[in-house]
């Protein structure tokens, strides 16, 4: 059993690994995170997840409901820490399976993922309880300035895959089910089946960019075969700044979360019911309206954005016709809110079935051949990708010690 | 007095005083004897009231009240009764000469009180709601008893519903003592192992406690009780089969340490007390405490902690004490590492204090030798005490660096080694990452001399200490000046030994320890040169230090690589005409290049800091690097031209080729809209162009003093030969344009325009010497407005542009910066001038035309907006 399995196992038994070895894994990690992009690719099937804030139960509940690393792709879409009593170890353990199975999980930044906010939040107390000083929290940090700022899933099927062994996969194709809800358990809850789609595209050339600045690897055309379009998932939400995926591309990350601009906004904004920009209440970061979302998914040739950031008591939100949703991962949230938690599927596209789902924008998004070629003719959005939504509760009271912060071992005053 | 017939046989008991409120002041309104009881009205109907009879005349009344439901008497301290009289609303208050008569009436109120309560049905709270807010009602909770449990756990569930239940049971606990009264259970509770019981008692005491009563919560953790109490918090319901450990770390007396006894048993209590608080809030309490209990619980600590501090730093014998442990050689050395964390300890709680108190604290410290302690423990081999000591100095730093300053420039006076010197030491050999992080940020703090920083460079200042710094006041302090010349005279070459170093290394291999170095004094030399403007500049120039840390762009580590990008990204987002002419002449572009090369097309971090870098170059176009890169490195261009940006320099540079000794010129005066947005033009920048031309002395003088005027004159003048050269007017146009076509040539045009039938005395000489004669040609009044014009035409265009293209040009904020170059005062203020009022607006309209509704101030808010959020949810 190497170092790395052996602090996993001690993390999952949400048990602190020394500071030595935290020291070592976020040095790995920073090798690691240095060389992905700020947008990070990422293939279907995946697993998609919002906040954890510290829930380490919960976390482990979602392991036990979506499936466990590696078996399972992951994106955890950022604030693992804060608010909860166990940030340290939701956080390591994230960060020692993302270097244990570095293409299995992905992580990208929340706005919690920063000095500012997590010193007054509990993640830097928590470290000081913890360790008796802050230098891990100072490990931490650093390797938060290495998180990417999002990713792009490609290659997710519009038909889902069945959520167990005993549903057959035809099901799925024959019924045409886009959305599929499910319990814990793998129960199904509830399908939608997909609307014809009749929906307008923004009026307006809304011509695809030229060239990237960066020429680093495409937008996100989507892969060969695929006839859905990519999903961007960013904690946030959507910037002014940013009218292109590549725009993203161009930013120099390594940094603490400043205070406004680009990178600030991808982790601070809120998409809401309005038309245009607004002024965030938070105060950073701004609202975006559903014109905005439209025009961006179809610029970047987007089939739907998905983000965190905003508790939702379903455990997931779909907004503005399902070209937005917002996903939250922490059930009961501070420990107290009384929510439900959700994970998002997309299941991965195996090619058979996209002539038959093929509904006149087939080979757009051949993978870069036809990139760069502008979308006049081409009507309307690009269908959604299939999802399932795993929905799921706090870990059973009973499972896990009492949630506690620690104490203060020894004092002087 | 002594004749008078008496009602009852207590009389002398119920001897009472009368006050009423008035003007917020109580007025005595007599002083007589008082009665409560059941006055009969007509029809045999009879009513409680409180009589009191004036001593001196027996006939007249004092006070004739009645109880009703709506007036909430209540007992304060031993002889106090108030209520609020329901007939006219004036507060009033009997103070009684003994306790046993205000007992005695108490009694009686308070019985005809719970009648009304046990008339008002709980039922019917929707009803009682409002009227209860100023009547609590008196409860009675059945005996505390192991066969009541259950029947108190439920009526306080009820009572806790409503916002005078809650008044009146917290009362009622506290009166009755209540929670003296079940601790006992608890431990019967568990002699008989009955978990029931275990739990319910657990819920009673969650419900006690979170009635939120300062009291009560100070009562909960007080000697007696505190045991007790988590005692029955241990049996958590929510996790039937978990106990919890309370008990156990809170009788672990060994918790305590004490390094200098508390002679004041108060105080000492209160240290127990705050630490009991503390456990309280985090741990026991921690996952169902509310907002307000939460807060109820803070402020407790608090308090406790300004007294506890307040104690201490007043007693002198205490704090001799405590600094002798520092100075008698033979003290046990466990002791005086505990002494400087009780010292750490002592800063940190000052941290919440208001900023006199602090002041007062860390004075009476350093009188008592602090300073030494400090020195004692960032020498000591102990991480612990290392950790303890930075923590203390960087407290004080936080909270005054003028203070530490004065010492230092004693030390300096003193000729001895300042405590600079020993922390640069320091800093080059702690292992520990803390303690370096904390010494470096000191190093920052103690070398600032605090003049404007720039906004933009700042806010991409790592760390915790950005926030720090943010709202410091400049000041120039001939001392600071001093020690700061000092400083670059002497130490900084020792604290950046090992960048210096670099010099004779080939191999760019270090180990964990020494990279991480490197990033920590490329930060704090990024800090300086931000800070010192001429001090660092002469430094960086005198030591090479471009060169030196752009060897590392050929280490190994790529993290090490980044820093060195960032470093010199700033450098050039300095705006600051000398380095970037440096960094052309120390070829580090190529190398940047070569990284670039090296990486791509791989989408990673390194990429994109450095794409970035030459994104700002196109943005800002710095032409002098632009041109630079493009005739050194024209190959690694081309080999990344599949890149659009860099096809973009190349294209660039070669449409303008044909001027090339003019292009500078060209692009200096050309797009004077693009130079003011990036606000901080440098009028040296020509000093660079000159050298291609041979301009002699004098004129270089004259350049370094002239006014705005003359600068904008000499910038028109520098125009006029190339439209009247016949140059191709688009291109040259379109050059100025920054991302924009369209626009800019609209914008340009009209600004040439307008420029040359505005001016009266339009430069015709050749390219050669155009200088000269626009220096030496007078400036004609009418010049001033049409320049004025122009200014606001270009502005308008500018807006316009924007708004169009809804793109801010804050993705650089640079723009927003003030100039830095400190070569002409003058220019200067002038240059930041028309900043104000060309590149500010600017940058806030495309802001407001992007998100339609204004600016805010993410700063300090996103912390609070926040904050906000968290109490919605």
Request: glycine share 6%.
């Amino acid at each position: 059993m190497s170092d790395l399995d052996k602090a996993i196992a001690q993390l999952r038994a949400c048990r602190p690994i020394p500071e030595s070895q935290v020291r070592e894994l976020c040095h790995k990690a920073r090798e690691l995170l240095i060389e992905e992009g700020n947008v990070v690719t990422v293939t279907a099937p995946v697993t998609i997840c919002g906040d954890i804030h510290g829930q380490f139960h919960d976390l482990m509940e979602l392991f036990r409901v979506g499936g466990d690393p590696p078996d399972t792709n992951y994106l955890f879409m950022g604030d693992f820490v804060d608010r909860g009593f166990y940030s340290l170890e939701s956080f390591l353990l994230l960060l020692c399976l993302k270097v244990r199975y570095p293409d299995r999980m992905t992580l990208i930044r929340g706005n919690h993922e920063s000095r500012q906010i997590t010193t007054v939040y509990g993640f830097y107390d928590e470290c000081l309880r913890k360790y008796g000083s802050a230098n891990v929290w100072r490990y931490c940090c650093d390797v938060f300035d290495y998180l990417a700022l999002g990713a792009i899933v490609l290659g997710a099927s519009n038909t889902l895959s069945p959520p167990n062994d005993a549903v057959s996969r035809d099901v799925y194709v024959e019924e045409d089910i886009e959305i599929e809800v499910c319990n814990a358990d793998g129960d199904v809850m509830s399908q939608f089946r997909r609307q014809p789609n009749d929906r307008k595209s923004p009026n307006g050339t809304a011509a695809k960019t030229g060239p990237p600045g960066s020429g680093a690897s495409g937008s996100s055309g989507g892969s060969t075969g695929n006839s859905t379009g990519a999903v961007l998932c960013v904690h946030g939400g959507l910037s002014p700044l940013i009218d292109t995926v590549d725009k993203i591309r161009l930013l120099d990350r390594k940094q603490e979360v400043p205070h406004e601009g680009a990178m600030c906004d991808l982790l601070w904004s809120d998409p809401d019911e309005i038309d245009g920009w607004g002024l965030s209440p938070r105060g950073a970061g701004f609202l975006f309206g559903p014109d905005i979302v439209k025009v961006f998914n179809h610029r970047n040739d987007l089939s739907l954005i998905a983000r965190a950031h905003q508790l939702v008591m379903e455990g997931f939100k779909e907004m503005f016709e399902a070209s937005i949703v917002t996903v939250w991962s922490a059930p009961n949230y501070c420990y107290r809110c009384g929510n439900v938690a959700a994970v998002l599927e997309l299941s991965e596209d195996n090619g058979e079935q996209i002539l038959a789902r093929s509904n006149g924008e087939f080979g757009r998004s051949d993978g870069g051949v036809a990139r760069g070629v502008m979308m006049e003719g081409e009507n309307g959005l690009k269908n959604g990708p299939a999802r399932r939504y795993r929905v799921f509760q706090a870990a059973p009271q009973d499972s896990r010690g009492m949630p506690a912060k620690k104490p203060v071992a020894d004092y002087f005053l | 007095m002594a004749a008078q017939p008496v009602p009852h046989p207590s009389t002398d008991k119920k001897r009472v005083k009368v006050y009423e409120l008035r003007n917020n002041d109580w007025f005595d309104r007599g002083t007589g004897f008082c009665t409560a009881a059941f006055h009969l009205i007509e029809e045999g109907q009879r009513e409680p009231r409180v009589v009191v009879e004036s001593e001196d005349q027996p006939d007249r009344v004092l006070l004739e009240t009645k109880i009703c439901k709506e007036d909430g008497f209540h007992k304060q301290q031993e002889t106090l009764i108030v209520w609020t009289e329901p007939s006219n609303g004036v507060d009033m208050a009997l103070s009684f000469q003994e306790a046993d008569g205000c007992t005695m009436i108490w009694r009686f109120i308070n019985n005809i009180q719970q009648q009304f309560q046990s008339v008002m049905a709980p039922g019917d709270d929707s009803l009682s709601d409002d009227l209860a807010m100023d009547m609590p009602n008196p409860v009675s909770l059945p005996a505390a008893t192991m066969g009541n449990l259950d029947e108190i756990e439920s009526q306080m569930r009820m009572m806790s519903g409503t916002a005078n239940g809650r008044e009146a049971l917290t009362k009622y606990v506290l009166s009755e003592d209540y929670i003296g009264r079940l601790i006992p259970l608890v431990g019967d509770a568990e002699d008989l192992e009955s978990l029931n019981e275990l739990h319910r008692l657990c819920n009673i005491m969650k419900i006690i406690i979170l009635l939120n009563d300062t009291s009560i919560i100070e009562h909960a953790v007080s000697d007696e009780c505190v045991i007790g109490v988590v005692g029955a918090l241990e049996y958590d319901p929510d996790f039937p089969s978990h106990k919890a450990n309370h008990r156990q770390w809170l009788e672990d007396s060994g918790r305590y340490k004490e390094v200098v006894r508390i002679e004041d048993s108060q105080i000492l209590k209160k240290v127990h007390q705050t630490y009991r608080l503390q456990y309280l809030k985090d741990v026991v309490l921690a996952r169902i405490l509310d907002d307000n209990t939460f807060s109820v619980l803070n402020s407790l600590i608090f308090f406790n902690q300004v007294d506890i501090v307040q104690h201490l730093q007043a007693n002198g014998n205490f704090l001799s004490e405590l600094f002798d442990i520092f100075k008698s050689p033979g003290e046990d050395l466990k002791r005086k590492k505990d002494a400087v964390l009780f010292i750490q300890q002592c800063c940190a709680i000052a941290k919440n204090l208001q900023p006199p108190a602090r002041q007062t604290l860390y004075n009476n410290f350093i009188a008592h030798g602090l300073l030494q302690v400090i020195n004692f423990g960032l020498r000591h081999n102990d991480v612990a005490v290392r950790v303890g000591a930075t923590d203390v100095l960087v407290s004080m730093i936080d909270h005054d660096p003028q203070m530490i300053r004065q010492t230092i420039y004693r030390q300096i006076h003193e000729k001895q080694p300042p405590l600079t010197d020993s922390l640069i030491e320091l800093l080059l050999v702690e292992v520990d990452l803390g303690v370096k992080s904390h010494i470096s940020d000191a190093l920052k703090v103690l070398l600032d001399q605090g003049p404007p920083m720039q906004p933009e460079v700042f806010a991409k200042a790592n760390g915790e200490y950005a926030a720090r710094t943010q709202n410091r006041m400049p000041t120039a302090d001939p001392q600071q000046e001093r020690f700061l010349e000092l400083f670059y005279e002497h130490s900084a070459a020792k604290l950046f030994k090992p960048l210096l170093d670099l010099k004779d290394r080939v191999a760019m291999d270090f180990t964990v320890q020494q990279a991480s170095m490197f990033t920590y004094l490329i930060e704090i030399l990024c800090f300086f040169i931000r800070q010192h403007q001429h001090r660092s500049k002469f430094f960086v120039l005198n030591h090479d230090i471009v060169k030196r840390v752009g060897q590392l762009l050929a280490c190994p580590e790529k993290f090490l690589k980044l820093v060195t990008i960032r470093f010199l990204r700033q450098l050039i987002g300095l705006n600051d005409e000398f380095y970037i002419k440096h960094l052309s002449e120390k070829r580090v572009i190529g190398p940047i290049l070569d990284v670039l090369m090296e990486t791509m097309p791989r989408d990673n971090l390194l990429s994109s800091a450095c794409l970035e870098f030459f994104e700002f170059i196109r943005k800002e176009m710095i032409k002098d690097l632009i041109k630079h890169t493009v005739e050194n490195y024209r190959d690694k261009l081309q080999s990344l031209s599949y890149v659009e940006l860099f096809r973009f320099l190349l294209q660039r540079y070669d449409q303008t080729r044909g001027f090339t000794v003019n292009l500078d010129y060209f692009l200096e005066s050309s797009d004077d809209d693009v130079a003011r947005r990036r606000t901080n033009v440098n009028p040296r920048a020509n000093v660079h162009l000159m050298e291609h031309i041979s301009i002699d002395q004098a004129e270089e003088e004259y350049w370094n003093t002239s006014d705005d005027e003359d600068d904008l004159q000499a910038k028109i003048g520098n125009r006029a030969p190339l439209v009247n050269g016949g140059s191709p007017n688009t291109k040259l146009v379109d050059y100025a344009s920054d991302e924009e076509t369209d626009e800019a040539v609209v914008a340009g045009s009209s600004t040439l325009a307008s420029s040359n039938t505005g001016e009266a005395t339009p430069e015709k000489t050749d390219n050669q010497a155009p200088k000269s004669d626009g220096v030496t040609s007078a400036i004609p009044p009418p010049e001033r407005l049409s320049e004025k014009r122009r200014r606001e035409e270009d502005g308008e265009d500018e807006m316009s542009k924007l708004i169009q293209h809804k793109r801010r040009n804050s993705t650089s904020p640079n723009s927003n910066a003030s100039s830095t170059s400190g070569v002409i005062k003058k220019k200067k203020s002038a240059t930041s001038a028309r900043d104000a009022g060309g590149g500010g607006p600017k940058i806030a309209i495309s802001i407001s035309s992007s998100i339609k509704a204004g600016s805010g101030q993410p700063g300090v808010d996103s912390l609070a907006a926040d904050k906000t959020t968290r109490r919605e949810v």
